[in-house]
C-alpha cells in the first residue's frame, strides 16, 4: 500500500515532466488526478486515440521523465514501452474493466482476444508502478494477467466532501447512475434495479445516465410508471439528484471503486450495494448488501434504507469522508512521482 505519510507541504519539483496519457479525459476521476500532478509537476496531457498518435506519444514521453496512463490498455502498452525505449519510468493506474475478467456477463479486458490481452499483460508487468483503486483488483491483475504483482501498489481515488454534499432536504428517491449501454445493462445491474422497482410502487426509482446506444428502450420496456429515465445530465444536476435521493443503489457485478457511490454517499445517500470488488470497500457497514442480480431482495433492502435513521447517511458521508479524500491521493500520487 502506498505510503501517504508526507506532512503539510509537499516536496515536489515543477522540474519533473510527466507526460499524462489516457484514452479518453472525461471521466471525473481522469480530471482529478490531472488536475492534482498539473499543481505540483509540469504535465503534458496526451489523449490517444488512434494509431498514428503513437509517434506524438513517444515524442511527448520523451520529452518527459515519467509516463502515467489511466487503464491498462493499448495506449498503456505503447506508454510503457516508449518508456522503456527511452530509459523513462511508467505508472499505469488500473480503474477495473483493465484486469477483469468475467466471463459470464461478457466484461473484462480478459474476455478479449489474445491480443488485447497480450498488450494489457505487457502493460501490468512492465509498468514501474501500477496503482490500483480498490485491493481486489491487484489479485485480479495478478490472477488474470498472470504477474507477480511486485509493482502493484493500492491507491484509491479522492471525493470532495465540500462539493458532494447534502442539503438536508431527502425525498423518498432511490437513485442509480450510469452510461446505458448493451453490456453496462447487465453489468451495473440495471436490469435488477427497474425490477425492483415494481415491488415498491409507491417509491421513485431514478436512473441517471447517457444513452449511449438503443438499450434504455428494453429498460423502459420492463419498467412501471414509478421509473424515471433522465439521460445525460450534468454535473450540477447530478449533485440536486444526489441531495434528493435518499437511497443510492450500486447493483453491480464487478466496479473498481464506485465514483457515483462515493459521491452519493457523501451526500447522505444510504447506499444498497452488492458484495463485489470495490463496492463493499466504499459502503462498510454504512449500508445494506444484496445478491447481484435478485429484484425481489434488492427492493427488501431499499424498503430497510428507506427507513433507516438519518444518522445512518451521515455515516455513510463520515466513512467516505474519512476514507477517501482528495487529500490521500494526492499525497500517494506526489510520492509515486516524486520516487
Not at 505508472?91 to 489474445?114: C, K, M, R, S
Not at 443510492?248 to 470488488?277: D, F, H, I, W
Not at 444484496?290 to 447517511?313: F, H, M, Q, W
Request: proline share 4%.
Amino acid at each position: 500500500m502506498i505510503s501517504v505519510i508526507v506532512k503539510d507541504k509537499y516536496k515536489t519539483s515543477p522540474k519533473i515532466r510527466v507526460a499524462f496519457v489516457c484514452y479518453s479525459p472525461n471521466a471525473s476521476f481522469i480530471r482529478n488526478d490531472y488536475k492534482i500532478l498539473s499543481k505540483h509537476f509540469n504535465v503534458d496531457k496526451f489523449n490517444y486515440r488512434r494509431a498514428w498518435d503513437a509517434f506524438r506519444m513517444m515524442a511527448a514521453i520523451w520529452r518527459s521523465g515519467v509516463s502515467f496512463s489511466w487503464f491498462a490498455g493499448g495506449h498503456a502498452f505503447l506508454a510503457v514501452l516508449f518508456s522503456k525505449i527511452l530509459r523513462k519510468k511508467a505508472i499505469v493506474v488500473a480503474g477495473g474493466f483493465d484486469v477483469a475478467y468475467v466471463p459470464e456477463i461478457n466484461y473484462g479486458q480478459f474476455t478479449l482476444g489474445w491480443h488485447k490481452k497480450m498488450l494489457t499483460r505487457f502493460a501490468l508487468k512492465h509498468a514501474d508502478l501500477v496503482l490500483v483503486v480498490d485491493p481486489s483488483l491487484k489479485e485480479d491483475a495478478m490472477e488474470n494477467a498472470k504477474i507477480s504483482g511486485e509493482n502493484i501498489d493500492y491507491l484509491p481515488t479522492g471525493y470532495d466532501p465540500n462539493y458532494w454534499r447534502s442539503n438536508g432536504k431527502k425525498e423518498d428517491i432511490v437513485l442509480t447512475i450510469g452510461g446505458i449501454d448493451e453490456s453496462v445493462i447487465k453489468r451495473k445491474g440495471f436490469e435488477t434495479f427497474v425490477k425492483a422497482a415494481k415491488h415498491l410502487p409507491n417509491v421513485k426509482f431514478v436512473l441517471v445516465g447517457k444513452y449511449v446506444d438503443t438499450s434504455v428502450n428494453h429498460l423502459r420496456s420492463i419498467a412501471t410508471s414509478n421509473v424515471e429515465f433522465t439521460g445525460f445530465v450534468s454535473d450540477e444536476e447530478l449533485l440536486e439528484w444526489y441531495q434528493k435521493a435518499r437511497v443510492y443503489c450500486q447493483l453491480s457485478r464487478y466496479e473498481g471503486l464506485p465514483n457515483a457511490l462515493c459521491e452519493a454517499m457523501l451526500c447522505e445517500c444510504v447506499p444498497v450495494g452488492t458484495k463485489y470488488c470495490g463496492i463493499p470497500t466504499a459502503i462498510g457497514d454504512c449500508g445494506f448488501y444484496v445478491p447481484y442480480g435478485d429484484p425481489e431482495a434488492t427492493a427488501d433492502a431499499i424498503k430497510d434504507a428507506l427507513n433507516s435513521p438519518e444518522e445512518l447517511g451521515k455515516k455513510a458521508r463520515k466513512r467516505i469522508k474519512n476514507t477517501f479524500p482528495l487529500e490521500k491521493r494526492e499525497r500517494g500520487l506526489i510520492q509515486a512521482i516524486s520516487r
